[in-house]
């Protein structure tokens, strides 16, 4: 990739090596990470972002929640591309 990290590599790494380790205490829950750094688990995302800006502050970084399998979301209407259709 030319030497450009995608946003979040790092993080999505870290949260993957612990992942075992949360699934175990915390599944369910929020998880955040900056960089490498973890931050802890949270009941909410707005929990979680709360304590993330109170000690990271308005910088990036990753909650995400703990769970076994990932639910992949998706919007149809933006695949579809409908949300530019005319009636």
């Given at each position: 990739?030319n030497?450009?990290?995608?946003q979040?590599e790092?993080e999505l790494?870290?949260?993957?090596?612990r992942?075992p380790?949360?699934?175990s205490v915390?599944?369910?829950?929020?998880a955040v990470?900056?960089?490498v750094?973890?931050?802890?688990v949270?009941?909410?995302?707005?929990?979680?972002?709360?304590?993330?800006?109170s000690k990271f502050?308005?910088v990036s970084?990753?909650v995400?929640?703990?769970r076994?399998?990932?639910?992949?979301e998706?919007?149809?209407?933006?695949s579809?591309?409908l949300?530019?259709a005319?009636?």
């Amino acid at each position: 990739m030319n030497g450009v990290t995608p946003q979040f590599e790092e993080e999505l790494k870290a949260f993957e090596a612990r992942k075992p380790e949360l699934l175990s205490v915390a599944e369910g829950k929020f998880a955040v990470f900056k960089g490498v750094e973890y931050l802890g688990v949270f009941d909410s995302p707005a929990a979680a972002y709360d304590a993330a800006v109170s000690k990271f502050g308005d910088v990036s970084f990753l909650v995400k929640q703990v769970r076994k399998v990932e639910r992949i979301e998706q919007a149809p209407a933006l695949s579809l591309g409908l949300l530019n259709a005319c009636p």
